[in-house]
T-cell receptor
Framework: NAGVMQNPRHLVRRRGQEARLRCSPM?????VYWYRQLPEEGLKFMVY????????ESGMPKERFSAEFPKEGPSILRIQQVVRGDSAAYFC???????????FGPGTRLTVL | AQSVTQLGSHVSVSEGALVLLRCNYS??????LFWYVQYPNQGLQLLLK??????LVKGINGFEAEFKKSETSFHLTKPSAHMSDAAEYFC?????????????FGQGTELSVKP
């Protein structure tokens, strides 16, 4: 059973471009969480999704950020018009239900030039 | 609101010495508490978790943590450090039964192990 997959592992974007981060949860997991880790900081919750639904987006910045988890395919975290402050590691985690502690993916390290 | 405080952003121990990483939490409800380890450029791996059963929780790699409600603490210990334990350690709390995946993390403690 493969773990949580994230791609790309490293992403470089120039200011103003769009960044798309993908997360494939573990097999059988229908709950996905996105976290952001800024340099020298702990992880901060961004959004919690179930298939086709956003359950909790209380940690998402109000602008430029969006997330989806379609019926088929991976979950996508999309950042429009990236700025240097978006440079961070973005981690996806999944769990089979909303109760168990999640399994984390290896992260996508976004660098904005 | 819940929060987690990890005392000491860097801890250095000698190989074979006791490891003690401190974590204090605040919560208005009985918490679920977690310790995760992060190796360089990797994701987080669950070391152990407390979910209101036994107060002394044993995890992987010889680590354990004790939940002390009176002190609102959940410190992580290992009797004898190994070089491979060098990593970043995060304490986290969840917001309740139906929020298992929504975790609030501490700032992290970087553990160095000297030969």
């Amino acid at each position: 059973n493969a773990g949580v997959m994230q791609n790309p592992r490293h992403l470089v974007r120039r200011r103003g471009q769009e960044a798309r981060l993908r997360c494939s949860p573990m097999k059988g997991h229908s709950h996905v969480y996105w976290y952001r880790q800024l340099p020298e900081e702990g992880l901060k919750f961004m959004v919690y999704l179930q298939k086709e639904n956003i359950i909790d987006e209380s940690g998402m910045p109000k602008e430029r950020f969006s997330a989806e988890f379609p019926k088929e395919g991976p979950s996508i975290l999309r950042i429009q018009q990236v700025v240097r402050g978006d440079s961070a590691a973005y981690f996806c985690a999944s769990s089979p239900t909303g109760v168990e502690s999640p399994f984390f993916g290896p992260g996508t390290r976004l660098t904005v030039l | 609101a819940q929060s987690v405080t990890q005392l000491g952003s860097h801890v250095s121990v000698s190989e074979g010495a006791l490891v003690l990483l401190r974590c204090n939490y605040s919560s208005s409800v009985p918490p679920y508490l977690f310790w995760y380890v992060q190796y360089p450029n990797q994701g987080l791996q669950l070391l152990l978790k407390y979910t209101s059963a036994a107060t002394l929780v044993k995890g992987i790699n010889g680590f354990e943590a004790e939940f002390k409600k009176s002190e609102t603490s959940f410190h992580l210990t290992k009797p004898s450090a190994h070089m491979s334990d060098a990593a970043e350690y995060f304490c986290a709390v969840s917001e309740g039964d139906n929020q298992g995946g929504k975790l609030i993390f501490g700032q992290g403690t970087e553990l160095s192990v000297k030969p």
